[in-house]
């Protein structure tokens, strides 16, 4: 889209007058709140008259009070909450032409005819009817009198756009739904609580997860979790699965774990479409090994709480961008439903989307339980294999390779280099787990560089890697220290030890020492061996990667401290908080929470900002300080600027709010570094060591290691797993600054600055910068 185009498309003011509501229908989801914010914004940025409407189809039918138009206070506050402030209902009245028909009349009353649509398949469909309809439904109304000729003439076109809210992840067509990763958030965090108290008493627990059509939050938290075993609707287990089940539980126990997990989704099934549920588990389990067995069932738990960054962010930028889709639909458009890509998000057939979906349910009733798995999609697909390859049976003393035949064995190594994140330890288990199930030997290397120079390289075995899924840090041991002038003692380390393969698991300073290593080949035919680096630092500041594992982690935490701070002044009038986020110079951190904590700034490195700026956003919170709104927040990157530092940003606040607003600093530190990995980098970190396991196994076997495809570093490209060889990323590389050249979350900004505006400082002339032309298209809002 060129900037003419965008300009007449999404210039402020642009749509002025148009009639939009936001809705959110059937169950409600963590996000929803979000994406409802993100409409009701963008919408008013566009100059449309923006409304809300309560009670889902319920409240579109009666009409009345809960057809309200929105301004911008009216979403304030509500980015952090869970469930939906707007209400949601199933509608039996709506399934009538009746009841479309009022519901029809309430809209053109108000003139609307743009509609945003949250919910799921069966929603969407109902909207998709309603815009079938749509015209008759007015012919009908005009017959009765019911509105005038101009109000037909001037309505005639009912626009749709949907988003997915759903905690099941059920509808095809886009990665994630709006809620799913709140959901395993609160799975996970209640399974690691359990983990704690059944390893006091030896116990197997079973946990029943929500997911009756749909096993991705049961699969998903199984990875999460090292449970033992997952009972899920699209791949049900063998008709000998009492058998196994038992004979690995008993294998766990003799190999010395203290507990079991068993997680069952609600429509879980066997071979032949018979229920199985978490009673028949325990009955199976205690009847046939007299183990001390629970049940737990999450129930509602898994839909409350507040929703995590990712849904977060993913509600704002689902919700821009189904603004964007409605303002330039023509009378041809078809209905549309948004969703994620990969980093992108992307609009598809809103009907196509939920014949693929039908096609699943249809796939399981005919029990083609292979075309059902990879209808559900390729993230699922890849989550069920590498669950199963993580859960075999360990491997008697003669191991086997994928084929069945028995293996030959490698020696390979595991390292990391750099700052501990979160999701390191449930790479490093992935890894062994997976090297010992083909007959391997794998080494683990203590403390990076230093440690392989001085020798603290240890054979590991299955049972150390036990329980490392849940925890943070790196039980490795990780250190900053790069090859240098020490490249001689490590090719001597190689040699002594017989390295086959090296995978390097860190940040910034791994993806150097890798290039070092790489570089050194020629001086040292040592370093000729395959060699693959895992990007895991909470920066996000690696190049050929889109996310690095632990970055999802520090974002959560980032954004749930955030929400304490603000609650914090839940009692004080109008108050101001500035944080300082890590990340050196890499703003990804700021930027993204400032976004999933609804921030009215957010300053960086690679977006250069002056006095003049900081001027105009404390006159931005003054003005939304009189307006009403009692709490500001404003981020800023540790490295966003050498003189403008977060003490300056403060005392400015601090000063020039003087009788409005006060002020208050915080410098988040190492706290961003810890916590529990959230459930994307456990299943990251777990999904990228076993596919850096094959890469390396294949370069093995290919011959020498002196071609630059033979040192790579994996990352996430878009939606794609890809290897990059070390060599191609040098020119994507700010080696100064230790930041990618290209980052595709900069497209991001815009959407922060609209979401953060304030309509009433609109019409003050000359105050503030409008979006110029060309700055914001589709693509950066998305």
Known sequence: MDGATTQKF????????????????????????????????????????????????????????????????????????????????????????????????????????????????????????????????????????????????????????????????DFCGTDMTIGTDSALHRIIEAIDAIVSTAYSHQRTFIMEVMGRHCGYLALVAALASEADQVFIPEDPVPNNWVEKLCKRLQQERRSGQRLNIIIVAEGAIDREGKPITAELVKKVVVDNLQQDTRITVLGHVQRGGSPSAFDRILGCRMGAEAVMALMEATPDTEPCVVSLDGNQAVRLPLMECVRRTKAVAQAMADKNWDLAVQLRGRSFARNLETYKMLTRLKPPKEAFDESGKPSEGLTLAVMHVGAPACGMNAAVRSFVRNCIYRGDTVLGIHDGIEGFISGNIVKMDWSDVTGWVAQGGAFLGTKRTLPGDKKGEIAARIKQFNIQGL?????????????????????????????????????????????????????????????????????TKRRVFVIETMGGYCGYLATLAGLAGGADAAYIYEEKFSIKDLQQDVYHMASKMTGGIQRGLILRNEKANDNYNTEFIYRLYSEEGKGLFTARMNVLGHMQQGGSPTPFDRNMGTKMAAKCLHWLVESIQKGPANTPDTACLLGIVKRQYKFTPLEDLKAQTNFAQRIPKQQWWMKLRPLLRILAKHDSTYEEEGMYMTVEQGEIDSENVI
């Open 10 to 169: 999404i210039g402020r003011g642009s749509h002025k007058g148009k009639g939009l509501a936001v809705f959110t229908s059937g169950g409600d989801s963590q996000g929803m709140n979000a994406a409802v914010r993100s409409v009701v914004r963008m919408g008013i940025y566009l100059g449309c008259k923006v409304y809300f409407i309560r009670e889902g189809y319920q409240g579109m039918v009666d009409g009345g009070d809960n057809i309200e138009e929105a301004n911008w206070s009216s979403v304030s506050s509500i980015i952090h909450k869970g469930g939906t402030i707007i209400g949601s209902a199933r509608c039996m009245d709506f399934i009538q032409r009746e009841g479309r028909l009022k519901a029809a009349y309430n809209l053109v009353t108000r003139g609307i005819t743009n509609l945003v649509v949250i919910g799921g398949d069966g929603s969407l469909t109902g909207a998709n009817l309603f815009r079938q309809e749509w015209s008759s439904l007015l012919d009908e109304l005009l017959e009765n009198n019911k509105i005038t000729k101009d109000q037909r003439e001037k309505y005639k076109y009912l626009h749709i756009a949907g988003m997915v809210g759903s905690i099941d992840n």
């Open 503 to 571: 995978l390097i698991i860190g940040g910034f300073e791994a993806y150097q020492a890798g290039v070092e290593l790489y570089e050194s080949r020629p001086q040292f035919p040592e370093f000729c061996i395959p060699l693959v680096v895992i990007p895991s630092t909470i920066s996000n500041n690696v190049p050929g990667t889109d996310f690095s594992l632990g970055a999802d982690t520090a974002l959560n935490e980032i954004t749930e401290i955030c929400d304490r701070i603000r609650q914090s002044a839940q009692g």
